[in-house]
């Protein structure tokens, strides 16, 4: 297959009906510094494209398990294999969801008949079809995905009176605050944690089963290195594209919130399908075509295998040939363990409102009683969150400052402790012997420290040189 559907297949695979709902909600709530996602996908994908792929593509297998195989040995593949298969096992009722909760609202069945179709679908043409079958499924619904999110923002854009509209009614509720770097680690979004966050996630993104997968279906080492360049843009465009949907839906319901008008919405976590339920009452066929758009990124999700913490571990000991098979165990464990004793503490703090991220204002002040704006209208106006640059997080003072991060920041003490126990437990136990590691399991930018392979040259040889030999035997 050609490139670009292998690139849309990789990035429809991270498109997830949750997060289209979830980002919209985001922005609705938060405002548009999300969106600073959308363009990091494609700096990391570049960076990923000239650091981890000539690894990765280097692997020659479908299966990027090979790797712990290569570089520590069965037993380190075997775990890792069984965490995945139980991980995956677990999430897939989550990822069905969604999609089947938005088809069951629109036609009446209940939602276990309805995943169960959609899961059947899935399954017959994956099984049927293998590889080749699930790139071109995800192409088409990638691009489905594509249509029914932009006509949603333009039928929003229409009705709301223009881009300038949008852009003002987004101003004056705070929205457009693209950059904020004041309080990193406490504070919901920020600059910094997205961009420490949001890398950390991208590098388990770019090493996962799935896109290695895609990846190393390709004949040669440049046409991989344009599917990471250019899933990762596309990645961007459809996180972009969820975004401002986030700020249409905003100055739609500007100054008439309804969830606190208590319009026959309980949460904010549905606000798109809401949005389009109202407006496809002027426009009709929008709703099909959202539904359409959602079950199509729940379909691509449920094929799309999830990491795990041992699997995505190999992205740090790929720069670490010091690290032995004990030490990547206990790294490993130790960070995963940690992470979600972090993960756990600071929902159990936010559920129990010792943790509160406040939105940006909402109100109920522009609402209309039978149709009309009247005083009364005033007298019974509901207004919450906070106003002007930045974002705000209040929270109890007998909270640890562990539970307090931003939710960008989960993943970072974690990976960090794990790093430290690998490398720790490793030295402890005898550091792996530098002559027996696998170059081709090594970053090219860490080769410096490798013995040199034998007939060749003593003399020092740059680092450009080491990144370019090492692409042209992959290529090879």
């Not at 995956?88 to 939602?111: C, D, N, R």
């Not at 029914?148 to 852009?167: C, D, L, R, Y």
């Given at each position: 297959m050609?490139?670009?559907?292998?690139?849309?297949?990789?990035?429809?695979?991270?498109?997830?009906?949750?997060?289209?709902?979830?980002?919209?909600?985001?922005?609705?709530?938060?405002?548009?510094q999300?969106?600073?996602?959308?363009?990091?996908?494609?700096?990391?994908?570049?960076?990923?494209?000239?650091?981890?792929l000539?690894?990765?593509?280097?692997?020659?297998?479908a299966?990027?398990?090979?790797?712990?195989?290569r570089?520590?040995?069965?037993?380190?593949?075997?775990?890792?294999?069984?965490?995945?298969?139980?991980?995956?096992?677990?999430?897939?009722?989550?990822?069905?969801?969604?999609?089947?909760?938005?088809?069951?609202?629109?036609?009446?069945?209940?939602?276990?008949?309805?995943?169960?179709?959609?899961?059947?679908?899935?399954?017959?043409y994956?099984?049927?079809?293998?590889?080749?079958?699930?790139?071109?499924?995800?192409?088409?619904?990638?691009?489905?995905f594509?249509?029914?999110?932009?006509?949603?923002?333009?039928?929003?854009?229409?009705m709301?009176?223009?881009?300038a509209?949008?852009?003002?009614?987004?101003?004056?509720?705070s929205?457009?605050?693209?950059?904020?770097?004041?309080?990193?680690?406490n504070?919901r979004y920020?600059?910094?944690?997205?961009?420490?966050?949001?890398?950390?996630?991208?590098?388990?993104?770019?090493?996962?089963?799935?896109?290695?997968?895609?990846?190393?279906?390709?004949?040669?080492?440049?046409?991989?290195?344009?599917?990471?360049?250019?899933?990762?843009?596309?990645?961007?465009?459809?996180?972009?594209?969820?975004?401002?949907?986030?700020?249409v839906?905003?100055?739609?319901?500007?100054?008439?919130?309804?969830v606190?008008?208590?319009?026959?919405?309980?949460?904010?976590?549905?606000?798109?399908?809401?949005?389009?339920?109202?407006?496809?009452?002027?426009?009709?066929?929008?709703?099909?075509?959202?539904?359409?758009?959602?079950?199509?990124?729940?379909?691509?999700?449920?094929?799309r295998?999830?990491?795990?913490?041992?699997?995505?571990?190999?992205?740090?000991?790929?720069?670490?040939?010091?690290?032995?098979?004990?030490g990547?165990?206990?790294?490993?464990?130790?960070?995963?363990?940690?992470?979600?004793?972090?993960?756990?503490?600071?929902?159990?703090?936010k559920?129990?409102?010792?943790?509160r991220d406040?939105p940006?204002?909402?109100?109920?002040?522009?609402?209309?009683?039978?149709?009309?704006?009247t005083?009364?209208?005033?007298?019974?106006?509901?207004?919450i969150?906070?106003?002007?640059?930045?974002?705000?997080?209040?929270?109890?003072?007998?909270?640890?400052?562990?539970?307090?991060?931003?939710?960008?920041?989960y993943?970072?003490?974690?990976a960090?402790?794990?790093?430290?126990?690998?490398?720790?437990i490793?030295?402890?136990?005898?550091?792996?012997?530098l002559?027996?590691?696998?170059?081709?399991?090594?970053?090219?930018?860490?080769?410096?420290?490798?013995?040199?392979?034998?007939?060749?040259?003593?003399?020092?040889?740059?680092?450009?040189?080491?990144?370019?030999?090492?692409?042209?035997?992959?290529?090879?």
């Amino acid at each position: 297959m050609t490139v670009i559907p292998i690139s849309l297949s990789v990035a429809a695979s991270y498109l997830t009906s949750s997060a289209m709902v979830a980002t919209c909600m985001e922005v609705y709530l938060y405002g548009m510094q999300y969106i600073i996602g959308s363009w990091w996908y494609i700096v990391m994908g570049i960076i990923s494209a000239w650091i981890y792929l000539p690894v990765s593509y280097s692997i020659r297998s479908a299966s990027s398990f090979e790797f712990f195989d290569r570089r520590f040995n069965s037993h380190i593949r075997k775990l890792a294999s069984f965490i995945y298969a139980v991980e995956t096992i677990l999430h897939t009722a989550m990822t069905q969801y969604v999609p089947a909760l938005s088809l069951s609202q629109a036609t009446g069945f209940s939602v276990f008949p309805v995943a169960c179709i959609l899961s059947s679908i899935c399954f017959v043409y994956t099984a049927s079809g293998g590889l080749k079958a699930v790139a071109w499924a995800d192409s088409f619904q990638a691009l489905l995905f594509i249509v029914a999110s932009t006509v949603i923002s333009i039928v929003g854009i229409v009705m709301i009176g223009g881009p300038a509209a949008i852009w003002d009614r987004g101003v004056e509720g705070s929205r457009m605050d693209f950059f904020n770097f004041d309080s990193f680690l406490n504070v919901r979004y920020s600059t910094p944690n997205l961009l420490i966050g949001g890398a950390l996630m991208l590098i388990h993104y770019y090493l996962s089963p799935s896109f290695h997968q895609r990846v190393a279906s390709m004949p040669t080492f440049t046409t991989a290195r344009q599917v990471v360049i250019w899933s990762s843009v596309f990645a961007g465009i459809f996180m972009a594209s969820n975004s401002v949907n986030g700020a249409v839906v905003y100055a739609y319901f500007a100054g008439c919130d309804p969830v606190l008008a208590k319009k026959g919405i309980k949460s904010h976590s549905t606000i798109l399908p809401y949005f389009v339920k109202q407006v496809s009452k002027a426009v009709p066929g929008l709703e099909g075509l959202f539904l359409s758009g959602v079950i199509a990124a729940g379909l691509s999700w449920e094929k799309r295998p999830q990491e795990n913490r041992l699997s995505n571990s190999h992205g740090d000991r790929m720069f670490l040939p010091w690290v032995n098979s004990k030490g990547v165990l206990a790294g490993s464990l130790t960070s995963g363990v940690f992470t979600i004793y972090v993960v756990l503490g600071s929902q159990h703090a936010k559920k129990n409102k010792l943790v509160r991220d406040l939105p940006k204002l909402l109100t109920t002040a522009m609402c209309l009683i039978n149709g009309t704006y009247t005083t009364e209208s005033l007298n019974m106006t509901t207004s919450i969150g906070t106003t002007g640059p930045g974002m705000v997080t209040e929270s109890d003072p007998t909270v640890p400052q562990l539970f307090k991060m931003s939710v960008m920041l989960y993943m970072v003490p974690g990976a960090v402790l794990g790093l430290v126990v690998s490398l720790l437990i490793s030295f402890l136990t005898g550091a792996q012997d530098l002559a027996t590691v696998d170059r081709e399991m090594i970053v090219p930018l860490m080769h410096w420290v490798l013995p040199r392979p034998k007939g060749e040259s003593t003399a020092d040889v740059p680092l450009k040189e080491y990144v370019q030999v090492s692409q042209i035997e992959v290529e090879g």
